[in-house]
């Protein structure tokens, strides 16, 4: 990256623009995505390690679109091994459908239509046929207890996988799944419907919707060497790290994360020898640091990746309690120069708003960008939808060092302790992130940011994130050449 303006402190990302420059990139299409960093990723992003970010629909969501998602450490192993093997099980280009028998009830398919954005319910008989599909407008006028089987109105458009097998169930080349992809997706448009349940040999396989169709021939999914999802998970830094990291390796993880909120400590040193020491054969992943120092001294230590980004996070309150922490741009720009002369590389994490702010950690060096909050208020996130007095959607999110996650952490332990440790927070333990009623799904949120990311690289003309590095020009500016830059929803 190279600067027209060189700065003489540290920065943040709305203190950067992006300068376009002469280019032969000739489509947005054309740029590629992928990590350079070991995880096999096809786009640069991954979902925060966030009790109310990342669970096994996130999980599995972002390994389809490309990405990754982090369990966090919170989560017990034996649940960790159940989610880790229910991400391992769904089909790499399906959707999990959500399903119900006929006898179950309205309320019942109510409370489940917020768990995807297609906003459906496949009704399935005994023998995991495809029996209906139920949608919010089905439900209303009808009674709450009513079965699901009095109030499927029409008979739903049923996708044969065997016109499809070629493509997408294994055996076909990228064009055969291409062209299975184009004849679902006319066979919806030809019924004027946007979602139909896909069934194999007779059984419900998965569900596709119109997006989902066309996503799919933009993204690649993040699969291991047996073709399926990929997964990362959090380790801490306390207690049997060895043993937990030894038992989500055999879970079948594919990235560790050592994860602590000052990852340039002794406890963190000792942490990666113990993970080393297992041979794990996956990327180790530590953090979190702002230094190049800190950088090396973890790489040399045996990490793979550095997480990078103290303070910036929307839950975290650190540098307003502590002031410890760094502008976040300058943090990453720093540190993955450090990172990559030492053969390493890092992730920013934190911080993120807006697609150009991935476009400006991507351009300083990061091999990708985690976000937390951004991606709470999603229908893949683990919380519950709720309704504030005007109607509108939110989820509950909450920092992972906020008084809320660090009672679940320790509630193995004492009241005495437990209630102790409490005392002690650097984050929000209940905060609002509303749903977008425009991008009401982690996918809309990827399909932005790529979007976004795209156009930036090729405007520096850079056909993957390596040239951009390269490529980037950056100048500094005031906050009013930021404000400017904001589009205005009404006229002035």
Known sequence: MRFLNEPTT?????????????????????????????????????????TAVTGKRMAETMARRGGLGVLPQDVPLDVIRDVTAWIKGRHPVLETPVTLAPT????????????RPHGAVVVVDDSGAVTGVVRATDCEGQDRFASLASVIRHQPLVLDAGPLAGGLFGGGSAADAAQALRRAFEAMDAAGTDFAPVQQDGVLAGVLTRKGALRSTLYRPSLDDDGRLKVAAAVGINGDVAGRAAEL???????????????????????????????????????????????????????????????????????????????????????????REA???????????????VALALAAGASQVMIGSWFAGTHESPG?????????????????????????????????????????????????????????????????????????????GAADLAAFRERAVAGIQSAAGYEEGRPVPQSW
């Open 384 to 460: 519950d939808l709720q309704l504030d007095a005007s109607g509108r959607q939110y989820k509950e999110s909450f920092g992972m060092a906020s008084a809320r996650a660090v009672q679940n952490r320790n509630q193995r332990e004492g009241a005495f302790e437990k209630d102790r440790k409490a005392l002690f927070e650097e984050g929000i333990s209940t905060s609002r992130m509303y749903v977008d009623a425009a991008r009401p799904g982690v996918e809309d949120l990827l399909d932005m940011i790529t979007a976004g990311l795209r156009s930036s690289m090729s405007y520096a």
């Open 104 to 115: 179950d009830t309205v309320i019942d398919a109510l409370h489940l239509m917020g768990k």
């Open 343 to 357: 053969g390493g590389r890092v992730w920013a994490d934190g911080g993120v708003r807006y697609p150009r702010d």
């Open 10 to 50: 540290d920065l943040t990302y709305s203190d950067l623009f992006l300068v376009p420059s002469r280019s032969d990139v000739t489509s947005r299409l054309d740029v590629d995505l992928a990590a350079d960093d070991g995880t096999g990723s096809a786009i640069p992003l991954v979902a925060a390690n966030m």
């Open 249 to 339: 390796l055999a879970a079948g993880v594919n990235v560790l994360v050592l994860d602590t909120a000052h990852g340039h400590q002794q406890k963190m040193f000792d942490a990666l020898a113990a993970v080393k020491g297992l041979n794990p054969g996956v990327p180790v992943v530590a953090g979190n640091v702002v230094t190049g120092d800190a950088t090396r001294e973890l790489i040399e230590a045996g990490a793979d990746i550095v997480k990078v980004g103290v303070g910036p996070g929307a839950m975290c309150t650190t540098r307003m309690m502590t002031a410890v922490g760094r502008p976040q741009f300058s943090a990453v720009l720093e540190c993955s120069a450090a990172a």
